[in-house]
């Protein structure tokens, strides 16, 4: 049973005229005949009887009639998502972002993004870069964004943004009144950091690598997972920590942190997409915003 044939019979139950179904089809009369004829040797039954030269529905086509009024109905239906879904009348994105990317960065471009495209869903997960890489890579998440690249061979990685990691103490710690940090001031400091495995961790090791600094020589009292909990930590005084300057910004406004004089590398955020799968329209409307 083929949508065809479903939609001839439908046509010729409302008409009960052959010929007027063909034609409001736009096919020939034996296409509709041959149609309706498979339909009945197919499933063994007899849907019109031939009364003199008209048809009237048998009572295997009255009860079939709404059935395949309602297949067609949702059929219909479909074929109307997938319109809607082209023209990004219906859909959703289903983002994964690092905690920096997803607390500074990423709020303001998906408002923009929905006050554009207003029927289309939009939802977030927050989690360290390789959870929001392993997101992407199950099917989980459409699209991530994290701080810096991951190692993943199935994801497609494009740079979209970034910001500069700096190093954060009290305003009453000793680093905070120095002119210049120096390599040995932050391995004799105590510190706050971020998780294992988070974005900021990554390339705040990196970054202090670059500068001839190395992470496991530093005196690590906490680890937290997340920014705020690590600048609160810091605000209490008494320990170092390195964020995102987004991150920062509203403790050095209110004057609760002061930056560090060690100057640390600019850092990228990097878009996420799984190799293989193509992005959805409303992915690609997003994607053409950044």
Same mark, same amino acid.
């Given at each position: 049973?083929?949508?065809?044939?479903?939609?001839?019979?439908?046509?010729?139950?409302?008409?009960?005229?052959?010929?007027? &179904?063909?034609?409001? !089809? /736009?096919?020939?009369?034996?296409?509709?005949?041959?149609?309706?004829?498979? $339909?009945?040797?197919?499933? +063994?039954?007899?849907?019109? /009887?031939?009364?003199?030269?008209?048809? #009237? !529905?048998? #009572?295997?086509?009255?009860?079939?009639?709404?059935?395949?009024?309602? %297949? !067609?109905?949702?059929?219909?239906?479909?074929?109307?998502?997938?319109?809607?879904?082209?023209?990004?009348?219906?859909?959703?994105?289903?983002?994964?972002?690092?905690?920096?990317?997803?607390?500074?960065?990423?709020?303001?471009?998906?408002?923009?993004?929905?006050?554009?495209?207003?029927?289309?869903?939009?939802? $977030?997960?927050?989690? /360290?870069?390789?959870?929001?890489?392993?997101?992407?890579?199950?099917? #989980?998440?459409?699209?991530?964004?994290?701080? +810096?690249? =991951?190692? #993943?061979?199935?994801?497609?990685?494009?740079? =979209?943004?970034?910001?500069?990691?700096?190093?954060?103490?009290?305003?009453?710690?000793?680093?905070?009144?120095?002119?210049? =940090?120096?390599?040995?001031?932050?391995?004799?400091?105590?510190? %706050?950091?971020?998780?294992? +495995?988070?974005?900021?961790?990554?390339?705040?090791?990196?970054?202090?690598?670059?500068?001839?600094?190395?992470?496991?020589?530093?005196?690590?009292?906490?680890?937290?997972?997340? /920014?705020?909990?690590?600048?609160?930590?810091?605000?209490?005084?008494?320990?170092?920590?390195? =964020?995102?300057?987004?991150?920062?910004?509203?403790?050095?406004?209110? +004057?609760?942190?002061?930056?560090? &004089?060690?100057? !640390?590398?600019?850092?990228?955020?990097?878009? $996420?997409?799984?190799?293989?799968?193509?992005?959805?329209?409303?992915?690609?409307?997003?994607?053409?915003?950044?």
């Amino acid at each position: 049973m083929t949508l065809e044939q479903l939609r001839i019979f439908v046509a010729v139950a409302q008409r009960l005229h052959m010929t007027r &179904a063909a034609e409001h !089809l /736009n096919i020939t009369q034996s296409a509709a005949s041959a149609a309706i004829a498979a $339909l009945e040797a197919r499933h +063994g039954v007899r849907l019109f /009887n031939r009364v003199g030269r008209g048809l #009237e !529905l048998s #009572e295997a086509g009255r009860v079939f009639h709404p059935q395949a009024e309602a %297949v !067609l109905a949702k059929a219909q239906g479909a074929s109307d998502a997938l319109a809607d879904l082209a023209g990004l009348k219906l859909g959703a994105i289903r983002f994964a972002a690092s905690q920096t990317v997803a607390s500074y960065w990423l709020p303001g471009r998906m408002a923009a993004f929905a006050n554009a495209y207003p029927t289309i869903t939009c939802s $977030l997960i927050v989690a /360290n870069s390789q959870q929001v890489a392993l997101a992407v890579v199950d099917g #989980e998440s459409d699209l991530g964004i994290v701080e +810096g690249p =991951v190692r #993943e061979d199935r994801l497609i990685q494009r740079e =979209v943004g970034g910001d500069r990691l700096s190093l954060y103490v009290s305003p009453t710690h000793p680093l905070a009144s120095l002119e210049e =940090v120096a390599p040995e001031d932050l391995t004799q400091a105590k510190w %706050v950091l971020r998780e294992p +495995g988070s974005g900021t961790r990554s390339e705040l090791e990196a970054s202090l690598a670059r500068r001839g600094v190395d992470l496991r020589a530093l005196d690590i009292l906490l680890e937290l997972p997340s /920014n705020e909990a690590v600048l609160a930590a810091a605000a209490s005084g008494g320990l170092v920590t390195g =964020v995102s300057d987004l991150a920062a910004a509203p403790h050095l406004a209110a +004057g609760r942190l002061g930056r560090a &004089a060690f100057e !640390l590398s600019a850092r990228a955020f990097t878009l $996420l997409l799984h190799r293989d799968r193509q992005p959805s329209q409303a992915v690609a409307a997003f994607l053409s915003r950044l």
